[in-house]
């Protein structure tokens, strides 16, 4: 583990404000940013997966941003392997990089690595395709409570590998996740701002609002009608899907997607709840508290200055 280099990790729900926070600490430390998001790396997304703009971003470079498309198939473990090589790139030529997403899976993945998995045979493999979504959700709440409050309810492909692991072994992913990981490479700062949940759920609401006055409605209407499961099983797209099926309106579509990020979130804030190794800041002073704590990591790097 290198000393003089420190991985700060940006994490939390959906619209608690960790883009802001990693552009201004990006600004701050003269530094690059790199992406754990699990959506953002694809080019066929960008309003609904809330990809910041480029006035946003403040001239700041971003990683892992708009990389791949949806038919490759990305996984955890491969996402990882292509932001590892960013971050060394970063750190080459400086001490610091600042790593930002709401994927937990794929930030513990870029930090930590991924425990190994059993293999899953094919008998296996056939029975959970022939579930629908509410059976997978139903095997899962009985067989596996803590997975089942975290996992994202909608994504049938991570629902499949859940309940995969626990029909092919008995045991619980969950239970599987726990068992020690790699030590990081660097040093890492784990950051989560807290939000009262009332004020989260009002941060969320206002940005599907501005979702569709940036143009969702259009972005969805340009991958339907056959997307990709990826896209599909994404909050902000399956909902305008079902309206452009007709089964209710654009209005009644965009209400779904603000409850459904909600529950998304209660979900994030669920699992973020259960690490112990976050440094939780404020919103109103998020920014001095986390250079507070890269001072104390790092109490001779320069571009510490004052706030």
């Not at 430390?29 to 754990?36: H, N, Q, Y």
């Amino acid at each position: 583990m290198s000393a003089n280099k420190l991985i700060i990790s940006i994490e939390g729900p959906t619209a608690s404000g960790k883009t802001a926070l990693a552009v201004a600490l990006a600004q701050h430390l003269d530094t690059e940013i790199v992406s754990s998001d699990s959506r953002q790396c694809y080019k066929e997304m960008t309003i609904g997966t809330a990809v910041p703009t480029l006035e946003e971003r403040k001239g700041i470079v971003h990683h892992m941003i708009h990389t791949h498309s949806v038919s490759d198939k990305l996984t955890a473990a491969s996402f990882a392997t292509n932001a590892h090589r960013h971050i060394e790139d970063v750190l080459r030529e400086r001490n610091v990089v600042v790593l930002v997403g709401g994927s937990p899976l794929y930030a513990e993945a870029i930090l930590y690595g991924l425990n190994d998995l059993p293999e899953i045979d094919e008998d296996t493999v056939t029975e959970t395709r022939a579930m629908n979504l509410e059976a997978l959700r139903q095997l899962l709440k009985t067989a596996d409570p803590l997975t089942y409050s975290t996992i994202d309810l909608m994504n049938r492909r991570r629902l499949e590998r859940a309940a995969q692991v626990y029909l092919q072994t008995g045991d619980k992913l969950s239970e599987l996740l726990k068992r020690p990981k790699k030590t990081p490479d660097y040093p890492c700062l784990r950051l989560r701002i807290d939000l009262p949940r009332e004020r989260l759920y009002q941060r969320i609401d206002q940005r599907v609002e501005e979702m569709y006055s940036a143009g969702l409605v259009e972005e969805a209407k340009s991958l339907w009608p056959d997307p990709p499961e990826i896209i599909n099983a994404t909050v902000g797209y399956s909902e305008l899907f079902g309206a452009f099926e007709k089964r209710y309106t654009l209005d009644q579509a965009k209400a779904l997607i603000q409850q459904h990020s909600r529950n998304f979130a209660k979900r994030q804030l669920t699992w973020y709840r259960k690490v112990e190794t976050f440094v939780v800041l404020s919103e109103s002073h998020a920014k001095q508290e986390a250079l507070k704590e890269i001072r104390r990591l790092l109490p001779n790097e320069n571009p510490l200055r004052e706030y």
